[in-house]
């Protein structure tokens, strides 16, 4: 039997020679089967295209065919994931109207199709107008089934008490403005009772034949409604009896059950947040933080679902408490080393929390890119190498602790000063234009930190080796795997990764996967935008302009603009060549991907660098273009973070993490000169609420955001912060004692002092100097300083002396103006030899290409010779400033 990869290249060959017209239209029956294997593939995009083709010759169908093919195509329109989510649900929309209107059909198929688009455009909007219009047209739809002896098996009706579950939870929150729905909860247990008086009971229905139970009892969504209708109405050991017989039927598929699935876990979350907000008269945002605790039948019920677990609902408790939470989103913000050390710590606490298996897609940007393929490609040996089923939490401690001391060990080779220490890469930078500093960069990435973790396994290369195939046995893959479709029946989630980067050419988002790479159609708002997009395309790996390093992914996702060329791609698109900027030039937080992804819980680990205060701001031209881009990019990030908060509060996100490096850093007003006297403000306490001094957590805040060595006490600080946030938003409280996953930042001299009532002045000294890019050795050292003095007098006096003749006789004015100019070129080259060779090239750029090349020659050996310099003693004494003390190792 073909594997399930070949089967859609086949699907997919099909419908290509049938819309290029060499294969005939198929007849309505076959043209239904093959759309069924179409969409049990997720292939809705094909499906669409399929019967917008068919509908072109109607006269091959009867009226009633068409309109079922309509119907059909409306669904895959607005399930089809190809097209931006706002631009599919219009369509689907527009073509319903076109097809059967629904304001004016009789056919409760279209009703129901009009209701599920309505709801949709909810949760897309959280406009509850769409809501009441979904109502109004499931009850139209229940209606007309009921009064046709329910010729559609209580579909709309089910769905249309499920809406009153939803109008009537917005409706008692004291926040709703509306509350015209506040009885539509008790319309929706008359609705309930009255699918089982007629699916199960059998009652009559005007002229129309009863519904005979025993003729459906073979049928899956008849039994499922029914499930949902005893599950609404609380009696969960019939809706177990229904679900039973549902799960045992043979024709079954997997989609079914998931489908299901996830719709009993919603009506579960309306039936308890409901009564909270009764009990308790809480917000509908308040009670998204509640704990989602199962009762006994509730987890028997839900259980089922799984069928692996043998009816054992202890066994099934990771896979329901997954389908329980909905589909889990990890962001990890840029903002270079600093955001990945912090993001480790974030990881930490994840990991003592068991979250981290839950996690099916992780959307990095920048840092959050070069520490997170670090993780994947961890987590692709652990799942790739243990069953789902032994697969522990221990597991997950042992990776993130791994990765705590690899990682750290691989930034303290200094990335960015290395890219410079080379004379064979400089010169190939030199010579060769599609070889740069940024593919360098992605080189020392793969060199310095990922190929730590090959352990005898041959390390991915390309972006399309990156899929995970997880063990299902011993040396065995399961090799059909794809997360959309398996992810569910998991415990270990097998995690999507998208690298996030910025396109220049068209100003939107470009992703790196697994699988593909392009631009999304969810995070471009193509009512607004008219740019056109650069259709994301599947790698082909018989095409090597197709194929993309995982080092460069992630260099692409990391070029800050200024400071790293950025990375080209060409020959992908017809007269395009793609250039790709930092991923934080489009969304820095990284939360647009997840989102675009249907993610229902959130984690957000921010660790950019955040807007700073300034007395006495520049003003040089390039100083306040840059700040203008910070104040730019802080606007962007603080309004994804209310859109975040907007849709956790409206109950389309089931969860919302959130924490960044300010948290819990008060803000004060400055009044203006001569203003009178104000009341004091309240003095916050000295310690966050997350267990850190607020001067430590300032410093930690500000430190730079470079590609650099990161000191242990710096790398410490920042994955302790991360690390006591994480623990706090769980509601588990930071102490310095032992821990059972015995992280080093944790047991380190940092953690012992972070948390004490006054700062330790050495300790808070060395951070605060880590917000600075360079000379942070010289800051720290006493000696340094001094040499550093010493030296700059002595240059001093040497540069005068050529100029004065009694010192120098027989030199010519030339040779002395010329022997001046290099000392004080090397005194300048000292202190930054970058700054002097772009100052140097300028001056070269206005003579011929000969010593244009010869500048940038000389530009680099002095590079080279200043980098080795920079490894091999400053570098080296500023770490040992930095590193913990001996007692704490």
């Known amino acids: 039997m073909p594997d399930t990869h070949s089967q859609i290249a086949a699907l997919k060959q099909g419908v290509d020679l049938i819309l290029q017209g060499q294969d005939e239209l198929p007849d309505f029956e076959s043209l239904i089967q093959l759309h069924d ?17 068919s509908l072109t010759e109607p006269h091959t ?20 994931k190809t097209l931006n989510r706002s631009i599919r649900l219009e369509q689907a929309r527009d073509l319903l109207d076109t097809i059967d209107h629904p304001d004016n059909s009789d056919n409760s198929e279209t009703l129901g199709i009009a209701g599920a688009i309505h709801k949709r455009i909810f949760e897309r909007d959280n406009d509850v107008s769409q809501l009441a219009h979904a109502r109004a047209y499931y009850q139209q739809g229940y209606l007309l089934s009921a009064a046709k002896g329910w010729s559609d098996k209580g579909y709309c009706a089910i769905n249309f008490a499920y809406v009153l579950d939803q109008l009537a939870l917005i409706a008692q929150s004291p926040i709703a403005t509306d509350v015209r729905h506040a009885s539509d909860g008790d319309m929706a247990t008359q609705v309930r009772k009255e699918i089982i008086a007629h699916l199960v009971d059998g009652k009559q229905v005007q002229d129309y034949p009863v519904i005979d139970y025993k003729e459906h009892s073979q049928n899956w969504w008849f039994l499922v409604t029914l499930a949902e209708a005893y599950l609404g109405l609380g009696d969960y050991d019939t809706a177990y ?35 909270i907000v009764r009990q308790q008269n809480r917000t509908v945002a ?40 909905g589909k889990t989103g990890l962001a990890l913000s840029g903002g270079g080393f600093r955001a990945s050390l912090y993001h480790i710590g974030v990881l930490a606490a994840l990991a003592e929390q068991d979250q981290l298996r839950h996690i099916e897609v992780i959307s990095c940007v920048s840092g959050g890119s070069i520490i997170g393929m670090h993780y994947y490609l961890a987590l692709k040996a652990l799942l790739e190498s243990k069953p789902d089923e032994k697969i522990s939490q221990h597991d997950y401690i042992k990776l993130v602790r791994r990765l705590e001391t690899d ?23 030199i010579t060769q234009g599609d070889y740069s500093l940024t593919k360098r960069i992605g080189e020392l990435y793969v060199q310095e930190l990922y190929s730590k973790l090959a352990n005898n396994q041959t390390l991915p290369t390309y972006m399309d080796q990156l899929p995970i195939y997880p063990c299902i046995a011993e040396k065995q893959q399961d090799k059909d795997f794809h997360p959309q479709q398996g992810n569910w029946q998991r415990s270990a989630k097998v995690p999507v990764l998208v690298i996030n980067a910025t396109t220049v050419n068209t100003g939107h988002n470009w992703q790196f996967t697994a699988t593909w790479m392009g631009e999304p159609p969810e995070v471009i708002d193509q009512r607004h935008d008219t740019n056109y997009r650069l259709r994301r395309m599947y790698y082909d790996k018989t095409n090597p302009n197709q194929r993309v390093t995982i080092g460069d992914a992630v260099a692409a996702s990391s070029c800050v603009p200024g400071l790293f060329p950025p990375l080209q791609l060409q020959t992908l698109y017809e007269g395009e060549q793609v250039t790709l900027v930092d991923g934080g030039v489009f969304d820095n937080q990284g939360t647009a991907s997840l989102l675009e992804q249907d993610c229902d819980s959130i984690l957000t680990s921010d660790a950019s660098g955040q807007l700073e205060a300034h007395a006495q701001p520049s003003q040089g031209r390039f100083a306040t273009t840059m700040r203008t881009s ?28 959130y924490i960044h490096l300010k948290q819990g850093l008060s803000s004060t007003d400055k009044d203006w000169i001569g203003a009178p006297s104000s009341s004091p403000a309240q003095t916050p306490t000295t310690t966050t609420e997350y267990g850190i001094h607020r001067d430590y957590q300032q410093a930690i805040a500000s430190l730079r955001t470079d590609l650099d060595s990161f000191s242990d006490n710096e790398a410490f600080a920042l994955m302790y912060s991360g690390y006591c946030m994480t623990r706090a938003h769980f509601k588990q409280p930071t102490t310095t004692t032992d821990n059972p996953s015995n992280w080093r930042f944790k047991a380190s001299y940092i953690a012992k002092n972070m948390a004490q009532s006054e700062p330790e002045p050495a300790l808070l000294e060395q951070l605060k100097v880590g917000s600075k890019l360079f000379f942070k050795a010289w800051y720290l050292s006493f000696p340094l300083k001094c040499v550093l003095g010493l030296c700059i007098v002595l240059l001093s006096v040497f540069a005068l002396l050529p100029l004065m003749g009694e010192w120098l006789p027989g030199w010519s004015y030339n040779q002395r103006f010329l022997m001046s100019f290099l000392l004080v070129a090397a005194l300048a080259g000292a202190t930054n030899w970058l700054r002097l060779t772009q100052r140097l090239g300028s001056l070269i750029r206005m003579k011929k290409a000969l010593l244009i090349g010869g500048g940038k020659l000389v530009g680099a050996l002095g590079g080279i010779v200043f980098a080795i310099l920079h490894l091999l003693v400053f570098d080296k004494v500023f770490l040992h400033l930095g590193r913990n003390r001996p007692d704490d190792d």
Not at 61 to 80: M, N, R, S
């Open 241 to 275: 009896t229904q679900l039973q017989k549902a799960i045992s039927l043979e024709k079954m598929q997997s989609w079914q059950r998931e489908s299901a699935a996830k719709q009993f876990a919603r009506l579960l979350h309306l039936r308890k947040n409901g009564k």
């Open 407 to 429: 990682f750290l060990h691989g930034v303290q080779r200094n990335i960015r000063t290395r890219a410079l220490s080379r004379p064979c890469p400089l010169f190939k930078m």
């Open 37 to 53: 294997k179409l969409t049990d593939k997720h292939l809705f995009d094909q499906a669409r295209l399929l019967l917008a083709y």
């Open 61 to 80: 169908f009867t009226p009633e065919q068409q309109l079922k093919l309509g119907q059909k195509q409306v669904i895959a329109t607005y399930k089809d």
């Open 286 to 325: 308040q009670s998204e933080q509640q704990t989602h605790d199962l009762s006994q039948s509730e987890l028997r019920l839900m259980a089922l679902f799984f069928p692996d677990s043998s009816g054992d609902s202890a066994k099934a408790m990771p896979q329901v408490s997954a389908i329980m939470q």
């Open 630 to 657: 910070e104040i730019l990019q802080a606007r962007l990030r603080s309004a994804q973070h209310r859109e975040l908060k907007a849709r956790t509060q409206s109950g389309q996100l089931n969860s919302l993490m």
